[in-house]
Nanobody
């Protein structure tokens, strides 16, 4: 079993920055591909960013490219999402998720799909005021 705990959310003005963290425990973190998703009220859960187990491949949804950066520290069992130039439309609950069961080939094709991930955190609220 894996536990994922997000932190770092909060209220920020448009143009500001936040750094989300997701601490993992329970299985070898360095073997997991990790993703960040978000869900705004009344909307479906949306892919935001993903990183492979080695950190060698990064993926982003177009709307956050150039503003958000995903990274990981395998020694600390933690994945991060640095969010800069925040916009009101970034307001959502942000979730981290872990994938342990898919090959690099499968992950490369499907990293954006919530169904690919095996474990989820409880979420952290990000609110961006205009």
């Amino acid at each position: 079993q894996v536990a994922l705990v997000e932190s770092g959310g909060g209220l920020v003005q448009a143009g500001g920055s936040l750094r989300l963290s997701c601490a993992a425990s329970g299985r070898t973190f360095s073997m997991s591909n990790m993703g960040w998703f978000r869900q705004a009220p009344g909307k479906e859960r949306e892919f935001v960013a993903a990183i492979t187990w080695s950190g060698g491949s990064l993926y982003y949804v177009d709307s956050v490219k150039g503003r958000f950066t995903i990274s990981r520290d395998n020694a600390k069992n933690t994945v991060y999402l640095q969010m800069n130039s925040l916009k009101p439309e970034d307001t959502a609950v942000y979730y981290c998720a872990a994938d342990y069961n898919d090959s690099a080939t499968v992950y490369r094709r499907s990293y954006y799909a919530p169904t690919l991930y095996d474990y989820w955190g409880q979420g952290t609220q990000v609110t961006v005021s205009s």
